[in-house]
């Protein structure tokens, strides 16, 4: 079994910078792709960024330049870095991970909320 945890959800102003982080735990044998989703209230969920095993990325087109994902490999970690966030990506936030055999694992989520 794997278990994905997050960090470093909260609040922040418009503008302001955040820090994300997901620890994979468990029967880790084949990890291959991890990323971020997002759910708004009332929205379905969707991707915001993703790395794969050996580096490269994709991002959602409304996070490109603002927000930067990477990976531990070692630490079985990964992160998003958001900068100049805006109220429209208030969102719970959640960790995914995939394996070379396209098991999908998830996390609990973190809560991102962004307002003055």
């Known amino acids: 079994q794997v278990q994905l945890v997050e960090s470093g959800g909260g609040l922040v102003q418009p503008g302001g910078s955040l820090r994300l982080s997901c620890a994979a735990s468990?029967?880790?044998?084949?990890?291959?792709?991890m990323g971020w989703y997002r759910q708004a209230p009332g929205k379905e969920r969707e991707l915001v960024a993703s790395?794969?095993?050996?580096?490269?990325?994709n991002y959602a087109d409304s996070v490109k330049g603002r927000f930067t994902i990477s990976r531990d490999n070692a630490k079985n970690t990964v992160y998003l870095q958001m900068n100049s966030l805006k109220p429209e990506d208030t969102a719970v936030y959640y960790c995914?991970?995939?394996?070379?055999?396209?098991?999908?694992?998830w996390g609990k989520g973190t809560l991102v909320t962004v307002s003055s």
């Open positions: 995914h991970m995939v394996t070379i055999s396209s098991t999908n694992y």
């Open positions: 468990g029967s880790i044998f084949s990890m291959d792709g």
């Open positions: 790395i794969q095993r050996f580096g490269s990325t």
